[in-house]
């Protein structure tokens, strides 16, 4: 009778779908329970394989364990050490079967030739395992220059002894040997010999599979443009997203890598005559995501080119093409450019705006914007970097608004309400919207009234995502500002019953009061605009990340939202809004002002309440309840501690 186990594996289609969610020490365990499962086991081992520095690659055995099943690996992420050993015992091993064809009569050159820019062996300061080549590769990813070591490996790897001046061609030789590679992703590649890249640009052209390619350039600036043009156009026509990326080498950008043969200008000469034909019609129709960082110093007809070779894009890094403040001062017309992606790229969703942004950048946007002839087009817009809010910009927003589903503004404190308001009353389709701080300070952003945020019913019922700095200013009066004295001991009362203070006169919390808990007219009206605004939070059931700050001016101390956090008590009068927020079954991260520690939490929080989070909330992995608090040391009140314990997956002090 033949056993269910047998019957599985005698079906290899089904052996690989449940294989393939297997870790590699899964994989290993597996392998050492039965020949049979040895065997089965084996290809899949070795078919993703990482190797930087650590236990495998201080193992002479692990290596020869490669060395013996390269032919199923299909998927390389190495480092400086590794590639530069693999290359060379590469060389080793050809050596070694051309000796052995020779013996027997055969032509060993033939059989084994490289091109004739591949380098000679790197001097062999160690054991050396001959390896034959990986030729069934279809992902490569290479950090030149950087090795990270994995799983805190603390020993000293003996392949740490090599050393190489030609990284980038024996990198190039590894690309040679797998024409079926997809995905091909270099960083840390130094601009400074242009031979090595000139290679590499040719090596590139000739990957006819190849579907997804990253570029990291570091070096002089001066370079950047020219080479990012020229990997460009060396893609191959599968091209489906390409990202070339700079970095400045050196704190002033003068050090020129490990070769300092080229000057930049000798290396900028070399450049041009790599004989690349720029004006060649050609167009590059699965491309769909493009990331050129440096396009600065080319003439406004290429960089139009560019775009026009790219009639179905879809997501847009955009390019850096000078300010005003350069001394180099590029002759891109931005207006021109801007028009062509905009109607030369119809099928455009996505833009994203990285590092320092002027005049130029934010023209370059709004031209793109007010041209795309099939607007409502654009879905995502992400600007990191301060980005100016003019009245043409909102009105080139607005003309997206149907169709925006994710807006992010990082590290822009100023930003003009109305516009935050037509993100969030006219966006129907909103997942994520993301108002982030400068540097590590979450809270230094755009802060809007509670009554700004209430003012309208929001468009969209789907937010997934959610970043805002609320104040409640507009519901009192503003508090003085505090002398250093008392300072402590009244400005978290203060602001704790900012909301529900009449006047002067009767400065005591709300939840301070004597019970049952009386409240003004005008305290109930304040009541009732937060009702809605927590509302307003509490229909987005699709809600996974809130981060909800409340600013003050002014303010000390922990500041949470009145009543939020409570589920109230009808006896006492005290009102409680937590269960407002039932339905956000899929949040997972909640940030921001909702501390156990205010002064207000401390009495209207409870073990009841989170008994509520724990069984409301199945999929919450992070939450600001406990930020370390200087007065108790970071200890966790009772209820906090009973929620750690019934819930030890969820961090409570996330900062």
Request: hydrophobic share 40%; charged share 20%.
């Amino acid at each position: 009778m033949v056993s269910a186990c047998d019957e599985v594996f005698a079906i290899p289609e089904l052996v690989h779908k449940l294989i393939i969610y297997l870790t590699q020490a899964e994989l290993s365990n597996l392998m050492q329970t039965s020949h049979r499962l040895h065997a089965f086991c084996l290809p899949y081992f070795y078919q993703y394989m990482v190797c930087h520095t650590g236990y495998l690659l201080d193992s002479p055995d692990a290596l020869q364990a490669l060395a013996r099943n390269v032919q199923h690996v299909r998927s390389l992420d190495t480092g400086r050490t590794f590639s530069v050993y693999y290359f060379n015992a590469v060389l080793a091993f050809h050596e070694m079967a051309s000796r052995l064809l020779l013996s027997r009569g055969g032509d060993a050159a033939c059989a084994f030739s490289c091109p004739q820019w591949v380098p000679l062996p790197d001097p062999r300061p160690c054991l050396l395992i001959p390896f034959p080549p990986m030729t069934r590769l279809t992902r490569l990813s290479v950090q030149i220059g950087l090795d990270y070591v994995q799983d805190e490996f603390e020993g000293e790897c003996f392949l740490d002894k090599y050393e190489t001046t030609n990284h980038v061609t024996q990198v190039c030789w590894i690309l040679h040997l797998n024409p079926n590679l997809v995905q091909v992703s270099i960083f840390g590649i130094p601009a400074n010999n242009t031979g090595a890249l000139y290679v590499l640009a040719k090596t590139i052209s000739k990957l006819n599979r190849l579907e997804k390619l990253v570029l990291g350039l570091i070096g002089n600036r001066f370079l950047w443009t020219l080479l990012t043009y020229s990997f460009f156009l060396a893609c191959p026509r599968s091209i489906q997203a390409l990202a070339v990326e700079v970095e400045v080498e050196g704190s002033n950008g003068d050090d020129y890598g490990e070769d300092d043969s080229e000057c930049p200008s000798t290396a900028l000469q070399k450049i041009i005559s790599w004989g690349v034909d720029h004006k060649r019609g050609r167009k590059l129709d699965n491309l769909t995501s493009l990331a050129l960082q440096e396009l600065a110093y080319l003439t406004t007809e290429e960089v139009c080119e560019v775009f026009r070779d790219c009639p179905n894009l879809q997501h847009l890094m955009l390019p850096f093409m000078g300010t005003k403040f350069d001394p180099l001062k590029s002759t891109v017309d931005i207006v021109s450019v801007g028009r062509t992606i905009g109607k030369g790229c119809p099928k455009l969703t996505e833009m994203n705006c990285k590092g320092f942004v002027d005049d130029r950048q934010e023209m370059l946007v709004l031209e793109i914007m007010e041209s795309m002839v099939a607007a409502p087009a654009l879905e995502k817009f992400v600007a990191v970097g301060y980005f100016k809010i003019s009245s043409r910009l909102s009105a080139a927003f607005r003309r997206h608004t149907a169709a925006l589903s994710w807006v992010q503004f990082d590290s822009n404190k100023e930003m003009d309400t109305p516009f935050i308001q037509l993100v969030l009353f006219e966006c129907p389709n909103l997942e994520r919207f993301i108002l982030g701080g400068g540097g590590a300070w979450r809270t230094d952003g755009p802060v809007l009234t509670v009554s700004e945020v209430v003012e309208r019913k929001w468009a969209s019922s789907r937010i997934k995502e959610l970043n805002l700095r609320i104040s409640l200013g507009d519901l009192v009066r503003s508090v003085p500002a505090l002398s250093s004295t008392d300072a402590h001991a009244t400005a978290e009362a203060a602001y704790s019953a900012a909301g529900f203070r009449e006047d002067d006169k009767s400065p005591e919390p709300y939840y301070l009061r004597p019970t049952p808990i009386l409240f003004t007219d005008q305290e109930q009206r304040q009541m009732a605009v937060l009702e809605k605004f927590y509302k307003q939070l509490g229909v987005q059931t699709e809600l996974e990340v809130l981060e909800l700050w409340r600013i003050e001016h002014n303010s000390l101390g922990y500041l949470t939202f009145p009543a939020l956090q409570s589920l109230g008590d009808p006896v006492a009068g005290r009102p409680g809004f937590l269960d407002l927020w039932g339905g956000l079954k899929n949040l997972r991260s909640l940030r921001g002002s909702f501390s156990s520690y205010s002064d207000e939490n401390r009495v209207v929080v409870g073990m009841r309440e989170v008994q509520w989070i724990a069984d409301a909330w199945p999929k919450l992995e992070e939450a600001d309840f406990c930020p370390e608090d200087p007065f108790v040391e970071g200890e966790f009140l009772p209820h906090m501690k009973w929620l750690k314990e019934i819930r030890p997956e969820i961090d409570l002090s996330p900062f």
